[in-house]
């Protein structure tokens, strides 16, 4: 794991990040020639190039996308964002599957990638040159970025919270049935501007239709009492059951004051977050295999992303202070992109990137390539292309050991001490999803960190 170090972790800061980036195996067979074919368990193929393991069987390919993002979830600020790269062999399941995790209603978009003049002959004979990168939000959208905003009527859509852009129109009471209809929702709102309190009461006469008369003691605390509206003689409800109604008026609702009279308004909020087109165009072999080459003197790594594509996903958000996740480092590109562009605009991105160092790509990839482009120099002293066209970043680099344990059942292991420093790993970097029941589960457990099916036992096996 390579982690730039910054002042407000050493602080102790929650460990939250504000843009997840990751890119995923495909699950294709397109490096079943250099060894990369796992497509089921009695396979026993080791890879001879820097590739990651490629092919799962679907449901192993779900499991090990569904746990990594539940937990990408959790590691996300609440306005935080994430984007997944993929292709089409599993763009549909994903997307369903990031759905399910994340939410329908935090769905951005769907960017295609053209990788530009690339392309590989599919089953059908059809050459393909695009993939797929996949945009959620975790809950708020107040950090992406406003200029990618399109169609925004900024005179309409004039204020702007947390969560994103909004306008005050339509009245708490705008509902079309009436409160007879709707006999729960005649709730009276005991409101005291100066406290921001809230004070909900039953104060509607359900079998003769009518209010009964205010509550004078909270009244003579400086509670307002509000009431929904009465239109051509009828008496409207409100919007919302009382449940809903405490659950979401802070963040959802506006209390404006007319001359000691109050309405109670939606914040009607501006929902488009598309670009000026979900199809953008990356030349993948100029700025992911060429770069990548010029910095390792070698082609060691299996189709890298573009360096400009990653800059492009780090502007979608508009913290120039952003920290950044990327859990499936492959060849750090994420990294590389980081530091070109605080370069660029002056930003103090930092980023945290994991690896497996699967074949060993997390040394001779991935650390070499950013101790490179950071020193100008390689860790043996080599010399190569990209420094003699670009200055190093200079950048501080702390890089982490991963420690291994092999749960696999072939294991004879301490299954609780394993699950014991789990926990404590989980819990320090700010994760405490964990019930008391599921910490003494450790079936459970051990079996949400096994995102694949069991393999057979390898007599190589480093873990």
């Not at 089953?123 to 399109?150: D, R």
């Not at 079998?207 to 307002?224: A, T």
């Not at 360096?307 to 950044?324: F, P, Y």
């Not at 699967?358 to 040394?363: K, P, S, V």
């Amino acid at each position: 794991m390579a982690h730039r170090e910054r002042e407000r972790e050493r602080a102790g800061a929650p460990a939250k990040y504000d843009l997840i980036y990751i890119d995923p195996p495909y699950n294709t067979e397109a490096t079943k020639s250099d060894g990369n074919s796992i497509a089921n368990d009695k396979e026993n193929v080791q890879a001879t190039k820097f590739v990651y393991r490629d092919k799962y069987s679907r449901n192993g390919w779900l499991n090990l996308m569904n746990e990594r993002l539940k937990l990408a979830k959790e590691l996300l600020k609440d306005d935080g964002v994430i984007f997944v790269s993929i292709d089409d062999a599993e763009q549909a399941y994903l997307k369903v599957l990031m759905d399910e995790i994340f939410g329908e209603e935090n769905f951005i978009a769907n960017f295609i990638i053209d990788k530009t003049a690339q392309g590989a002959n599919n089953s059908q004979k059809f050459k393909t040159q695009h993939e797929y990168c996949i945009f959620y939000k975790k809950h708020y959208a107040s950090s992406l970025n406003a200029q990618e905003l399109i169609n925004i009527d900024e005179k309409k859509y004039k204020f702007r919270d947390e969560k994103g852009f909004y306008a005050i129109t339509n009245s708490f009471d705008s509902i079309n049935s009436p409160l007879s209809q709707n006999k729960n929702r005649g709730y009276t709102i005991y409101f005291n501007e100066s406290k921001q309190d809230i004070i909900l009461k039953d104060e509607y006469d359900v079998q003769n239709n009518k209010f009964w008369d205010y509550d004078n003691e909270l009244i003579s605390k400086n509670y307002v009492p509000i009431r929904p509206g009465i239109r051509n003689k009828i008496q409207y409800p409100w919007n919302w059951s009382k449940e809903r109604f405490l659950r979401e008026y802070d963040k959802e609702l506006v209390f404006k004051n007319k001359n000691g009279k109050y309405t109670i308004y939606h914040k009607n909020r501006f929902t488009s977050y598309i670009t000026d087109t979900t199809i953008k165009k990356f030349d993948t072999r100029k700025f992911g295999n060429k770069i990548l080459n010029d910095i390792l003197n070698s082609k060691k790594f299996q189709y890298p992303k573009s360096v400009e594509m990653l800059k492009w996903i780090l502007t979608k958000h508009i913290n120039k202070n952003a920290r950044i996740l990327d859990f499936f480092a492959g060849s750090g590109t994420t990294a590389h992109a980081v530091l070109d562009l605080n370069k660029e605009d002056g930003g103090n991105r930092t980023f945290t990137l994991v690896t497996n160092n699967e074949n060993n790509i997390g040394i001779d990839v991935n650390y070499e390539r950013l101790y490179r482009i950071n020193h100008g120099i390689g860790t043996k002293g080599e010399s190569f292309e990209w420094a003699n066209k670009n200055e190093p970043y200079k950048s501080n680099l702390n890089v982490y050991n991963i420690k291994y344990y092999d749960i696999s059942l072939f294991n004879n292991i301490d299954v609780k001490e394993i699950v014991k420093e789990l926990i404590k790993l989980l819990k320090d970097f700010g994760v405490n999803s964990l019930s008391e029941e599921s910490e003494k589960d450790y079936t459970n457990l051990l079996n949400s960190l096994l995102s694949l099916k069991p393999q057979l036992k390898e007599n190589n096996e480093s873990n």
